[in-house]
């Protein structure tokens, strides 16, 4: 198994609405991300998470917060988020932080906040 | 200064043509370089990394310059599905930034 998994695909909030996007990976892989991407922009770090815990958190509002379970999984939980939050949102994982073979990317939720 | 800088783009080739991206970075401590390709609405994915010494896979050349902060990656032969935005990523204190990207079209 050499994907990322992300669910949901698509999301549409309202801004008092309570969410959690989820990230799953059976790839042994002990690094895992959180990145957020605008149209047109590059992927920009959010989170990271390595060993199960939380190593940095790029001064993201409160309104995002994640959790990871277990080695495999990780999740964001989103509230009370604002229209210029939407975007796609992306996991990623590799084997340790910052290794030579680069992040295996999840397709992404497309988040939209209405 | 942002931490990676690409050409801008979009270049617009015909198939057939070699094109050449370019990125610099501004972390002389970088560890590790890459090339990734995102389709539209698509994750990014891996192209290839980039080593000291180049290297080569099919059509797709990569080159670092360390001294120079320099990344290039020279794409031969350009196929149709090559239009892609081709993203320059590079490791500091062991996490990955990247760079803004270039949009290639390739045009029959």
């Known amino acids: 198994d050499t994907e990322v998994t992300q669910t949901p695909k698509h999301l549409v909030m309202g801004m008092t609405n309570k969410k959690s996007l989820k990230c799953e990976q059976h790839?042994?892989?002990?690094?895992m991300y959180w990145y957020k991407q605008k149209a047109k922009k590059p992927p920009e770090l959010m989170f990271v998470?390595?060993?199960?815990?939380?190593?940095i958190n790029e001064s993201v509002p409160s309104r995002f917060s994640p959790e990871c379970p277990n080695s495999s999984l990780l999740n964001l939980h989103l509230h009370a988020l604002q229209p210029e939050d939407s975007a796609l949102y992306l996991c990623?994982?590799?084997?340790?932080?910052?290794?030579?073979?680069?992040?295996?990317f999840g397709s992404g939720t497309r988040l939209t906040v209405v | 200064r942002k931490e990676v800088e690409q050409d801008p783009g979009p270049f617009n080739v015909p198939e057939g043509a070699t094109v050449a991206f370019n990125c610099t970075y501004s972390?002389?401590?970088?560890?590790?370089f890459f090339w990734y390709r995102q389709d539209c609405r698509k994750e990014p994915k891996l192209l290839m990394s980039v080593y000291s010494s180049g290297n080569e896979d099919g059509r797709f050349t990569a080159q670092l310059n360390r001294a120079s902060q320099y990344i290039s990656l020279l794409i031969r032969d350009s196929k149709l599905s090559d239009s892609a935005t081709y993203l320059c990523?590079?490791?500091?204190?062991?996490?990955?930034?990247f760079g803004a990207g270039t949009r290639l079209t390739v045009k029959p």
């Open positions: 998470y390595s060993y199960e815990k939380l190593s």
């Open positions: 790839m042994g892989h002990r690094a």
């Open positions: 990523v590079v490791e500091n204190n062991n996490d990955m930034r």
């Open positions: 990623a994982s590799s084997r340790d932080r910052g290794r030579r073979g680069g992040y295996t």
């Open positions: 972390n002389s401590a970088s560890q590790s």
